[in-house]
C-alpha cells in the first residue's frame, strides 16, 4: 500500500494520525496539493491510499477506517455515528473556522464559530463518562475528530477552558506519540500558517454552512425529527392491515412479451431521453434519464400498472459525423461502438428495459417520412433561404456541431451552434461571434441554403390547447411548465427540420433530396420506430391516446424539444399519436463544484462507475439519494462514501440484517405468532403512514423524496429493536414481545 498527504492539508493529518496509531505498514508519499493521484478523477483529491488491488480509497474518514479495521478494530456502530458527525456537521462549520483564520487574519473569531460543535463534544462526552468517544479505548472516531480539530485548538488563541470533558479527551488524544508525530509532518510545527496554500486552493464556505446543532446521538433511540404521532384508529387499521395474508397482497407478474395495452389495466408508456451515441454517458445522464425512469417502471408494476418501458441510442446527426471523424471510423462503425457501450453500461446499472434499441433503422425511416408527408400534406411545411456558416478549407457546410464560438447572450466562449452550454438559449450558428470549424479551426464564412421548416406558429392554437389539458391533469414537474410557458411566451417560429449532412434520415422531397432531417425532428420519432422493432402493433401504444398515458423522462435541457417541437409534430400529422401525459425532468447533476461534461472529460462516466468495484446498487442508491428533482444538486465522492455508510448499511442494511438474522437464528425463518402491545401497533400505524407518504409522492414521480421515507422506515425499525433489546428478551421467555416486521423492499 502506499499513502499519498500533502503538508498543511488536515486531512491528511487525520490519515497520518490513524497510520500510525494503528501501526500498519504502508508506504508514504509526501506530494504538492495540485498531484493527480487516482486516476478516473478530474482534479486532485488527497489524501489518497493505493490498495494492494490497484484500487484508490481517497476519503480521509474511510481511509481511517480502512486503516484500523487492518489493525483488527471493527467501527461499533457508535463509532460510525461520530464519523457521520464530524463529516456532515463538524466540516462545514471547521472549513469556516479555518477561512477566517487563515485566510482573512479573523482568529479572534474562531472560537464563537465553534461553540455549538464543541457543546456537542464536551456534553457527549460528559454524559457518556468515557475516557474516549466510544469507550475506555481508543477508536477511529478519535483519532478523526482530534485530527479534524487539531489545527484550531492548537492554536494559543483558542481555549477549551469551558468545556473541560472536550479538553481532557483532547488532550488526552494529543499526547499519543503517533499523533504527535503526524502533526509534526503536516504542519511542519508552523500550526496554521502551514495550512495558507492548501486552504487558498478551497473555495470560500458558505455563510450558512454547518450547523452547530444535534450531532449522531450516542443513544440512537434519540430521534432528532421528534415523535410521530399516531390515533388510535390509525393502529388498529394498521393492524388490520398487518394481520392479512401477505399471498393477498398484489405481487409483480413475470412480463410476457410483447407487453401490449389491456382493457382492464392502467396502461403506462414510459420513455427516457434517448442518450446520445457520440460518446460514453455520465452519471448526470444516467439520473436525468435511464434510472429515474427505471425506478418508476418497477414501482409501476408493483402497483399492478401495465408498463412498457422503451428506450434507445440516438445515432443520426453531426456529433456522429464529429466523433467518427475523431476516430478514423465510419458513422455506421461509430453507433455500432457505442450502442454496445450504452448496452452494457445499463446493463450493469440494472437499468430494466423492455426494449433497448436504435434510431439508425429502416423502421425510424418509414415513420419519419410518413410524419414528414403527413406534415407536407397539411400544410405545416414551409420553405425557406436561411444563411449558414459554410468552411471552404473543408468545402462544405456546417451543421451546428462542427461549429464553435461565443454566445450571443452571455458569451460564453465554448458555444454550440445550436445551443449554448452555459446559458441554455438555442442560438443559429450564424449568431456566434468568432465562429470556428471544429474540424480544422479555419473561420467559416455566411453562405445561403434552402430548407425546410415546421411551422410552429400555424400549429400554436393547438398546441396550446393540448397544454392546457396535458399539464392540468397530468404531473408536469415545475421546471418543465415554466420552460414550455417561457417559449409559448416568447411567441413560436419556424423551426428547421432539415440539415446539410450525409448521416441521417433521408428527406424524401425531391427537392430536398441531398438533405437529412434534423436530429431534433427525428430522434423523437425514434421512441416510435424503437418500439415498431419491438412489436409490429406498435400503433397500439402510440395511436391510442384514450387508453395510454405517456411518461417521458429527460434532463431540463431536452424540455422544449419533447413539449413544443415533437408535440407540435405529431400535432400537424393528424394521426390520433399518444402526446405526452406526464414530462418529468430534473435540473442538473453537477460534479463535486462544477459541471459534467462529456467533451472534457469532466464527472464520472459509466465505464468509470463499473471500473472502481463498487457494486452497481451503491450508485444506484446515492444517484436516487442526489437525484436533482427541484434544483440542481452535486455528486460528491466524500459524500456517497458517508451516505453508503451511515444511510445504505448503517440505517436500511442494518435494519434489515437484525431483523432477518434474529428471525432466522431463533425462529428458524418463520416470523412466530404473537400478541401485539400498544407500542407494536404505534410502530406499524407509523411504518403505514410512511408508506402512504411513500406512495403519494411516488404517483408524482418525486423519487428522491420517496426514497426518504423508505429509510425513515428502517429508522423507525433499528429504533424499535434498539429499545425493546430482544436478544436479551428471548433468553427470559418473552420472545412474542418483539415484533419483526416483514418489510419486503418490493412491496415498499
Known amino acids: 500500500m502506499e499513502l499519498f498527504v500533502s503538508e498543511g492539508n488536515p486531512h491528511c493529518l487525520k490519515v497520518l494520525a490513524a497510520l500510525e496509531v494503528t501501526g500498519v505498514q504502508c508506504g508514504v508519499q509526501f506530494i504538492s496539493h495540485e498531484e493527480k493521484v487516482v486516476p478516473f478523477l478530474s482534479r486532485p483529491a488527497l489524501p489518497a491510499l493505493l490498495l494492494p488491488s490497484g484500487k484508490h480509497l481517497f476519503s480521509s474518514n474511510t481511509i481511517c477506517r480502512y486503516l484500523f479495521e487492518l489493525n483488527g478494530q471493527e467501527s461499533s456502530n457508535q463509532c460510525n455515528q461520530w464519523l457521520e458527525w464530524e463529516a456532515t456537521v463538524l466540516q462545514p462549520v471547521l472549513l469556516r473556522a479555518l477561512h477566517m483564520a487563515v485566510l482573512q487574519g479573523k482568529g479572534s473569531e474562531v472560537s464563537s464559530v465553534l461553540q455549538g460543535s464543541l457543546n456537542v463534544l464536551d456534553q457527549s462526552l460528559c454524559k457518556a463518562n468515557m475516557t474516549y468517544l ?36 483532547f488532550d488526552r488524544v494529543a499526547a499519543m506519540r ?9 504542519l511542519q510545527g508552523k500550526g496554521l500558517e ?38 388510535e384508529k390509525e393502529m388498529e387499521a394498521a393492524v388490520f392491515t398487518w394481520r392479512k395474508d401477505l399471498n393477498a397482497c398484489s405481487q409483480e407478474t413475470n412480463k410476457q412479451h410483447p407487453i401490449m395495452p389491456q382493457e382492464s389495466k392502467r396502461n403506462v408508456l414510459i420513455t427516457s431521453a434517448l442518450p446520445y451515441v457520440n460518446n460514453v454517458p455520465h452519471l448526470g445522464n444516467i439520473i436525468g434519464c435511464v434510472l429515474s425512469a427505471d425506478v418508476f417502471s418497477r414501482y409501476g408494476r408493483l402497483r399492478g400498472w401495465n408498463v412498457l418501458y422503451i428506450c434507445g441510442t440516438d445515432e443520426y446527426g453531426t456529433a456522429t459525423e464529429n466523433k467518427a471523424r ?130 410552429l406558429p400555424k400549429l400554436e392554437t393547438q398546441l396550446e390547447q393540448w397544454l392546457e389539458r396535458s399539464t392540468s391533469s397530468g404531473d408536469w414537474t415545475a421546471n418543465a411548465k415554466q420552460i414550455t410557458r417561457s417559449w409559448i411566451r416568447d411567441g413560436l417560429k419556424p423551426r428547421c427540420i432539415t440539415r446539410d449532412l450525409q448521416w441521417g434520415t433521408p428527406v424524401p422531397h425531391p427537392d430536398f433530396k441531398d438533405k437529412v432531417f434534423y436530429v431534433w425532428f427525428d430522434a423523437p420519432i425514434g421512441y416510435l420506430s424503437i418500439t415498431a422493432n419491438y412489436t409490429n402493433e406498435w400503433d397500439k401504444w402510440w395511436k391510442n391516446p384514450h387508453q395510454v398515458e405517456l411518461y417521458n423522462f429527460m434532463a431540463k435541457d431536452n424540455v422544449p424539444f419533447h413539449s413544443v417541437v415533437f408535440p407540435c409534430s405529431l400535432l400537424g400529422a393528424q394521426d390520433n399519436y ?41 450508485w444506484r442508491f446515492y444517484l436516487l439519494y442526489v437525484r436533482p428533482e427541484g434544483q440542481d444538486s452535486a455528486f460528491s465522492w466524500a459524500d456517497m462514501a ?41 410502530l406499524l400505524a407509523v411504518v403505514g403512514w410512511e408508506l402512504q407518504q411513500y406512495i403519494q409522492v411516488m404517483d408524482k414521480v418525486k423519487i428522491r423524496d420517496a426514497l426518504k421515507h423508505v429509510l425513515n422506515i428502517s429508522r423507525h425499525g433499528n429504533q424499535y429493536i434498539q429499545v425493546n433489546e430482544p436478544w436479551k428478551k428471548i433468553k427470559g421467555g418473552e420472545s412474542e414481545s418483539f415484533i419483526t416486521l416483514d418489510i419486503n423492499p418490493s412491496s415498499i
Open 578 to 618: 399518444t402526446l405526452v401525459n406526464h414530462l418529468v425532468a430534473t435540473e442538473y447533476l453537477n460534479y463535486e463544484d462544477t459541471k459534467f461534461s462529456k467533451s472534457r472529460g469532466i464527472g464520472v462516466f459509466g465505464d468509470m462507475a463499473m471500473d472502481t468495484g463498487i457494486p452497481s446498487d451503491v
Open 134 to 169: 466510544t469507550g475506555e479505548a481508543v477508536s477511529v472516531a478519535d483519532v478523526v475528530l482530534w485530527g479534524a480539530l487539531h489545527p484550531v485548538l492548537s492554536d494559543s488563541s483558542l481555549t477549551l477552558d469551558d468545556h473541560k470533558s472536550a479538553k481532557a479527551w
Open 178 to 186: 503517533g499523533c504527535q508525530s503526524a502533526a509534526q509532518k503536516v
Open 642 to 682: 458517508l451516505k453508503n455508510n451511515s444511510e445504505l448499511l448503517n440505517n436500511l442494511g442494518n435494519f434489515i440484517n437484525r431483523g432477518g438474522m434474529f428471525v432466522t437464528k431463533f425462529f428458524g425463518g418463520c416470523v412466530p405468532a404473537m400478541e401485539l402491545q400498544q407500542e407494536d401497533k404505534k
Open 326 to 455: 475523431e476516430e478514423g471510423l465510419t458513422p455506421k462503425q461509430i453507433c455500432d461502438k457505442y450502442h454496445a457501450v450504452h448496452s452494457s453500461i445499463y446493463k450493469w446499472f440494472q437499468i430494466g428495459f423492455d426494449f433497448f434499441g436504435r434510431t439508425t433503422t429502416e423502421k425510424q425511416t418509414q415513420i419519419s417520412q410518413d410524419i414528414f408527408w403527413r406534415l407536407h400534406k397539411n400544410g405545416f411545411l414551409v420553405e425557406d433561404t436561411v444563411e449558414q456558416l459554410r468552411c471552404e478549407n473543408c468545402q462544405r457546410f456546417l451543421a451546428d456541431r462542427f461549429v464553435e464560438g461565443t454566445c450571443p447572450h452571455c458569451s460564453y466562449p465554448e458555444a454550440r451552434g445550436d445551443q449554448c452550454d452555459k446559458c441554455g438559449r438555442l442560438i443559429n450558428a450564424v449568431e456566434l461571434r468568432e465562429p470556428q470549424c471544429k474540424v480544422c479551426r479555419e473561420t467559416p464564412v455566411i453562405r445561403s441554403s434552402k430548407h425546410l421548416f415546421l411551422d
Open 194 to 231: 502551514a495550512m495558507k496554500g492548501y486552504m487558498q486552493k478551497q473555495p470560500a464556505p458558505q455563510s450558512n454552512q454547518g450547523r452547530d446543532t444535534q450531532p449522531c446521538n450516542s443513544d440512537p433511540t434519540e430521534s432528532e425529527e421528534g415523535e410521530c404521532v399516531v390515533s
